[in-house]
Nanobody
Framework: QVQLVESGGGLVQAGGSLRLSCAAS????????MGWFRQAPGKEREFVAA????????SYADSVKGRFTISRDNAKNTVYLQMNSLLPEDTAVYYC???????????WGQGTQVTVSS
């Protein structure tokens, strides 16, 4: 497994932006697709975005398309989530995770809180 550490969360007004970072340990980061998920209070964890190992392909939940952008820097072992035009319903704990294929993820960070005020 790999250790993942998220950062960049905080409190922002609706319409604002945040950039989340997820730093990974180990030498195999560039071999894996990575994903971002979120969990709001009282709700199940949901998929937000994913990116393949090369960064050449990405996917997004419908609720964030056009507002969020996932990217990665394999030289820095880091994956990012740029979040623009934030809405109060984006409030959640955001987690990054490592994909092991077929929709499965085997390593998770501790999460970073994002709170969007109206």
């Amino acid at each position: 497994q790999v250790q993942l550490v998220e950062s960049g969360g905080g409190l922002v007004q609706a319409g604002g932006s945040l950039r989340l970072s997820c730093a990974a340990s180990g030498r195999t980061f560039s071999s894996y697709a990575m994903g971002w998920f979120r969990q709001a209070p009282g709700k199940e964890r949901e998929f937000v975005a994913a990116i393949v190992w090369s960064g050449g392909s990405t996917s997004y939940a419908d609720s964030v398309k056009g507002r969020f952008t996932i990217s990665r820097d394999n030289a820095k072992n880091t994956v990012y989530l740029q979040m623009n035009s934030l809405l109060p319903e984006d409030t959640a704990v955001y987690y990054c995770a490592r994909s092991v294929g077929r929709g499965a993820y085997d390593s998770w960070g501790q999460g970073t809180q994002v709170t969007v005020s109206s």
